[in-house]
């Protein structure tokens, strides 16, 4: 029987085949998955913070998309995953909160959003498809072995990407 790893907020876990990953409740925050589809190796970060650079002193790189995405490969790669083969899929991003002010400090899904696809794509790893922004929070299983990321939001249809 599979089982499904729970990766909590600001985490990021590994897996394999056939086992799965899920994080709950990603509002603002990102959740992305990685997976190598030869090796069924599977990956998943829930990303907070665009950008490890704009705070002092934090010893959590699980929380920023950048320094999480870089763990989260190198992680996979040391299970024995190949990076040239790895491929993505992003979840969340959503605009919570509804402001009439378009500061920086309100965006943080789009930025969170951005900034995942930018390290992705500097990282060389395609991004195969994504669920993002609006203003619903997700809950999401992603399945290395097929590569589907299951997406449950209160009052919405289940989809898989």
């Known amino acids: ?84 083969r790895f491929e993505a899929k992003i979840a969340g991003g959503a605009q919570m909160f509804a402001f009439q002010n378009k500061s920086d400090m309100v965006r943080v899904g789009d930025r969170n959003v951005e900034a995942s696809k930018k390290k992705l794509k500097e990282l060389g790893i395609p991004l195969k498809a994504e669920d993002t922004g609006l203003n619903y929070g997700r809950t999401i299983i992603f399945y290395p072995e097929t590569g589907a990321l299951v997406i449950r939001s209160a009052g919405k249809p289940e989809k898989t990407i």
Do not use: E, W, Y
């Open 1 to 84: 029987m599979a089982n499904i790893v729970k990766v909590g907020m600001a985490d990021l876990n590994v897996c394999k085949s056939p086992d799965g990953l899920t994080t709950l409740g990603l509002g603002s925050c990102v959740g992305i998955c990685i997976r190598d589809p030869v090796t069924k190796i599977g990956g998943m970060a829930h990303a907070m913070l665009p950008d490890s650079t704009q705070i002092a002193n934090n010893t959590n790189r699980a929380k920023f998309a950048d320094t999480g995405i870089d763990d989260l490969v190198k992680k996979m790669i040391a299970m024995g995953g190949k990076k040239a």
